[in-house]
C-alpha cells in the first residue's frame, strides 16, 4: 500500500513504570485498609467522598430530562436489549450421549455480581450506562453496581443518572479511577467485592484492572478509541472524513485509518476532514489526534484485508460495494459496519450493537462486551458403572503416561465397585 498521511513522530506513551506503581499503590491500600483508605484516596484526587446514589435521585434526573432526550435514549435502551437479548437465546444448556451410559452436558450460569464503570472525565457517557449494564441484565446477573467518577459539581452528570434511572439501577456509587477498581475487587465500606468487572476508562483504571484480573474477572483491556474506514469509489468522502473525525474526537490518542482503493477518494477525503475541522466545536481534540493518529493509504481490497487484519481494529467500515460480500475478507475486528450509511456512532449510541469493543490489536483474541461474557459455561459429567469400566484401561494408560498413580487407582477403583 502507498500511505499519503502517516501519524507523526510523536509515539502514544506507554503505560509508565509510574503508573504502575501509583495503582498498585491504591489497590494495595484499599485492599488492607478499606473504607478509610478509599475515602482518603479519592478526597485527594476527586475532592469527594465516595457515596452511594439515591435510586430517587436516578428516578428524579429521568423526569427531569428533556422529552426528545428521553426518547432518544428508549429507543437505545430498546435495540440494545433486543439484541443482547437474542444473545442469551443462544445459549441453550445441553446434554450429549457420547455412548451407552455416559453423558457429558453444559450449563451456562451467570457470574452472580459485577461492576460497571462508567467514565465521567471529558464527556459524560450515558450510553455505556446502557452498553454495560442491558447485557450483565439480560444475562441474568443479580448484582449489578455502577462506579462512575465525579462530574464538576461532585456528581454524575444528570444525563448519566438519568440513564440508570431508565434501567431501573439500584446500586451506584460516585467513586473513580483506580480506587474504584480497587473498592469493586477487594471490598470497601458498604461497596462489598464483586466477581466481575467491565467497562473502559483511563490509564489508572486500565491497569488497575489488569492488576486485579485474578481476584475478579475482567472483560478486557480499553486502550484509546480507533477505526480503520476501508472504502472504495462508491464512497461519499465528506462520509469518511466525518467518520474519522467522529473516533478522533474522543481522544488525542484517538486513531482513525482510511485504506481507500482510489487515490482522488483519499485526496478528498483528506480536504473534507479540514474544512470539518474549521468549524468543529470539538476540533482542540480531533486535530491533534488527526495529527498523531490519523493514517490514509491507498491499495487494492486485498491488500487493505490483510493491512486491516494485522491491524485488527476496534472498529471497522467497509464503505464499499456490496460490503457484506467483502466482509469474510476480513477476520479481525470488534464490530464492523457495512454500507455507506452504517457509521460507527450509529452503533456508539442508538443501533443495538455494543460499544464496549477490544482495542489495540486484542480483536485477534477476544471480542466486544455482550451477554456472553457474563457468562460462565459450567460442564458435568454422569457415568455408569458399566461405562467407567469400559473406560479404565484407556484412562489408566494415560494416566500411567503421566505418572499420576492415584489417578489411576481413582478410575480403576469404578471397575470393581
Known amino acids: 500500500m502507498r500511505f499519503l498521511k502517516r501519524p507523526d513522530d510523536t509515539k502514544a506513551e506507554d503505560l509508565t513504570r509510574e503508573v504502575q506503581s501509583k495503582v498498585n499503590d491504591i489497590l494495595t491500600q484499599i485492599k488492607e485498609n478499606g473504607w478509610e483508605a478509599l475515602s482518603k484516596i479519592s478526597k485527594s484526587l476527586d475532592g469527594i467522598t465516595p457515596f452511594r446514589i439515591d435510586p430517587e435521585d436516578m ?17 437505545a435502551e430498546k435495540n440494545i436489549r433486543t439484541f443482547h437479548r437474542a444473545q442469551r437465546n443462544i445459549f441453550k444448556n445441553f446434554e450429549c450421549d457420547i455412548a451407552e451410559g455416559q453423558i457429558a452436558g453444559m450449563r451456562f450460569v451467570p457470574v452472580k455480581s459485577t461492576a460497571v464503570y462508567v467514565p465521567g472525565g471529558r464527556y459524560p457517557l450515558p450510553s455505556s450506562v446502557l452498553m454495560g449494564v442491558i447485557p450483565a441484565q439480560e444475562a441474568g446477573v443479580e448484582r449489578i453496581v455502577i462506579v462512575t467518577p465525579p462530574g464538576k459539581e461532585g456528581s454524575p452528570s444528570p444525563v448519566t443518572l438519568a440513564a440508570m434511572g431508565l434501567l431501573d439501577v439500584n446500586e451506584a456509587w460516585v467513586v473513580g479511577g483506580a480506587q474504584a477498581i480497587a473498592a469493586a475487587a477487594f ?17 489508572f483504571v486500565t491497569e488497575a484492572k489488569r492488576q486485579v484480573f485474578g481476584v475478579v474477572g475482567i472483560d478486557g483491556l480499553a486502550g484509546p478509541s480507533e477505526v480503520l474506514i476501508v472504502a472504495d469509489e462508491s464512497a461519499n468522502p465528506k462520509f469518511l472524513a466525518a467518520d474519522m473525525l467522529a473516533q478522533l474526537e474522543h481522544d488525542p490518542s484517538a486513531k482513525a485509518m482510511l485504506l481507500v482503493t482510489e487515490e482522488m477518494l483519499a485526496i478528498k477525503a483528506i480536504g473534507e476532514v479540514r474544512h470539518f475541522l474549521s468549524d468543529l466545536k470539538t476540533a482542540s481534540v480531533a486535530s491533534l489526534s488527526w495529527e ?12 487493505i484485508a490483510e493491512f486491516a487484519n494485522d491491524i485488527a481494529p476496534e472498529h471497522l467500515e467497509l464503505v464499499i460495494k456490496e460490503p457484506d460480500s467483502k466482509l469474510e475478507l476480513f477476520s479481525s475486528y470488534g464490530a464492523a459496519f457495512l454500507g455507506q450509511h452504517s457509521a460507527v456512532p450509529f452503533g456508539d449510541y442508538i443501533a443495538g450493537t455494543n460499544h464496549v469493543l477490544p482495542t489495540g490489536g486484542s480483536a485477534k483474541f477476544q471480542g466486544g462486551l455482550w451477554v456472553g461474557t457474563f457468562l460462565r459455561p459450567m460442564q458435568h459429567l454422569y457415568l455408569s458403572q458399566k461405562a467407567a469400566s469400559e473406560l479404565v484401561l484407556y484412562g489408566a494408560t494415560i494416566a500411567d503416561a503421566e505418572g499420576l498413580s492415584a489417578h489411576d487407582t481413582a478410575m480403576r477403583l469404578r471397575r470393581d465397585f
Open 187 to 203: 471490598g470497601a465500606g458498604d461497596i462489598k467485592r464483586v466477581d466481575f468487572i467491565v467497562g473502559p476508562g483511563n490509564a
Open 292 to 303: 498523531k493518529g490519523a493514517t490514509v493509504a491507498v491499495g487494492s481490497l486485498e491488500e
Open 59 to 75: 428516578a428524579k434526573a429521568w423526569d427531569d430530562l428533556p422529552s426528545n432526550l428521553k426518547e432518544a435514549l428508549k429507543v
